[in-house]
Nanobody
Framework: QVQLVESGGGLVQAGGSLRLSCAASRISFSIVAVAWHRQTPGQQREWVSTITGSGKINYADSVKGRFTISRDNAKNTVYLQMNSLKPEDTAVYYC???????WGQGTQVTVSS
């Protein structure tokens, strides 16, 4: 059974940084697109960033220049480095393999002002 496990969330002050990790089992991140999404209570899930199997990267305008997605094929892990965090970045962050419908359980990121 495919599992995606996020980690690295927490509480940080505005302007700070966090690095989220998404580790996978039974699926190789080197051949699929992996995406990060986020969701706040009462809001729709928002796409944040994607890295494809070939390494193509895209970001939502709201995080461009502050967030960096990367992948370690040896560890089968995708990362989301989040810098210059803002209170509006507060959300539960999910990693996903959207083409196959696999989602992680999410990790909470809280940015205090």
């Amino acid at each position: 059974q495919v599992q995606l496990v996020e980690s690295g969330g927490g509480l940080v002050q505005a302007g700070g940084s966090l690095r989220l990790s998404c580790a996978a089992s039974r699926i190789s991140f080197s051949i699929v697109a992996v995406a990060w999404h986020r969701q706040t209570p009462g809001q729709q899930r928002e796409w944040v960033s994607t890295i494809t199997g070939s390494g193509k990267i895209n970001y939502a305008d709201s995080v461009k220049g502050r967030f960096t997605i990367s992948r370690d094929n040896a560890k089968n892990t995708v990362y989301l480095q989040m810098n210059s965090l803002k209170p509006e970045d507060t959300a539960v962050y999910y990693c996903a393999v959207p083409d196959w419908g696999f989602w992680g359980q999410g990790t909470q990121v809280t940015v205090s002002s």
